[in-house]
């Protein structure tokens, strides 16, 4: 086994290794090969913390790591780091590799006097590699209720004391959005790969319209491209052929998504009035592929 810098001449079979790995795990398809392959141009990408593992001369795995920011309640923005996508080739998982990939690089970073993580993962492998829920240390993730304690964020601090008594805010670096702001060109560079086929399937994180927020589960639920095809994206309201049904504003999609707002509550622990509901979704959509900025 070695552990080593990815080098140039990887770069195409790490993000295939990227794609197999990480393939209809959380949503249909996935995009994190496209972030990895955009991402070694960004400022934020540290080279340093880019590494490859290889077996037989076969490369099995890979992590990036990226420099981040904590917004302070304050105002102010505090240095920190996150890292993504690490994989694992799926004939090799569940062996120990990606724990052992993990703990190598967090060594390094915390070598390059990098003294805080977060990012957000399954708390039950990366407590392993010493990850506790990031609200432990009053660090809030953007998409969520502050006074939420997440089950997915998470952090470390590799240097103690670094992070102290402060409080503040998590959004990723815009690089891991690149996908949603140039869905064009994720479409062309994704083309360049052997064709697979996306599925709904079970331990996915819940998918929503892009559109309406409406929760899609199945193919039934989804619209359609130009070609036909499923749209994983978008639902068949709001997404047909291509185009989308309704010419709006977000401010028109949530007036008119308030008026389903009994149907909503069928599922909530606690009734929203429609103006509640109308809250909540102001705070939702702007996140959402159709309306973010």
Known sequence: ????LEQS???????????????????????????????????????????????????????????AEIILDDGTAFPSCTFGPISIHPDCKRKGYGLQLLQYALDKAREMGIGLLQM????????????????????HYHAEPRESEVLYFLAQELIP???????????????????????????????????????FQEGQLPQFCQSCGMPLTKNEDC???????????????????GKFMQECTMDDMIEH???????????????MTKEEYKQMMRGFFPMLKRWRK
Not at 47 to 57: A, G, Q, S, T
Not at 131 to 137: E, G, N, P
Not at 257 to 271: D, G, I, L, R, T
């Open 223 to 241: 619209g359609t491209n130009a070609d036909g095809s499923i749209d994983f994206d978008y639902c068949k309201y709001c997404y047909k052929d």
């Open 1 to 4: 086994m070695n552990i080593r």
């Open 120 to 139: 957000e993962g399954n708390i039950e492998f990366y407590r392993h590699a010493g990850f506790d829920l990031a609200s432990k240390k009053k660090i």
């Open 9 to 67: 001449k990887d770069w195409r079979e790490v993000e295939n290794l990227t794609r197999e790995a990480f393939w209809n795990v959380y949503r249909p398809g996935c995009t994190e090969h496209y972030v990895l392959n955009r991402y070694r141009t960004n400022p934020d990408f540290i080279p340093e913390l880019d590494f490859v593992m290889e077996e037989n001369n076969r490369i099995i795995g890979h992590v990036m790591f990226s420099k």
């Open 161 to 199: 004391g670094y992070w102290g008594n402060r409080e503040g805010t998590y959004c990723p670096p815009k690089g891991y959005f690149i996908t949603d702001e140039n869905p064009e060109a994720f479409e062309a560079y994704e083309a360049t790969f052997p064709k697979k086929g996306k599925a």
């Open 257 to 271: 998504c308030s008026q389903f707002v009994n149907e909503v509550n069928k599922n909530m622990p606690q009734p």
